[in-house]
């Protein structure tokens, strides 16, 4: 039961990804030098279930596939979110801390694949700065308030310690 329970809440945690990957994507936010992936907020899930690594990286592998993603961006975006997920399962103790990982990853990561996957002719600062702010408003402000309406509905039975 307990692993049934494990793979619904990833499955519906990637499948949450993916859906507001696409409604960000109508409005074409969800990839680029300027990105602001509402699905990133999901990131800060981490800190009320270990299911919610899995479904993050599958949420954004399959979100990068089907918005057109090249494959450098589907392997290497998607680490990136699952970097930053790992993490910040590990400082969950922490909500101010917890949504820095996956700003950090993507901002180091995605100016490099969109440099090199798609050739993006911006300056390397440039990018960073653009995806550092995304990522910001994404996970920081989104993050938060999403920490804040799960803690406040008890919409996740907190993990123990032991499995972070």
Known sequence: MKKTHYLAQAGVIAALYTVLTLLTNLFGLASGVVQVRISE???ILTCFTPAAIPGLFIGCMVSNIVTGGVVWD??????????GAVITRKLS????LACIPP??????VV???LRYAYGVDS???YMFLTV???ESISCGILGQLLYTAVEKRNLFQR?????K
């Not at 103790?93 to 101010?96: L, P």
């Not at 700003?103 to 180091?108: E, M, P, Q, R």
């Open 103 to 108: 700003i950090a990853a993507n901002t180091i």
């Open 41 to 43: 907020a999901l990131c």
């Open 132 to 134: 550092f702010a995304g």
């Open 93 to 96: 103790d922490n909500r101010i």
């Open 111 to 113: 100016p490099f694949v």
């Open 123 to 125: 300056a390397f600062w």
């Open 74 to 83: 589907v392997i290497f975006g998607s680490l990136a979110t699952l970097i």
């Open 159 to 163: 993990d123990t310690k032991a499995d």
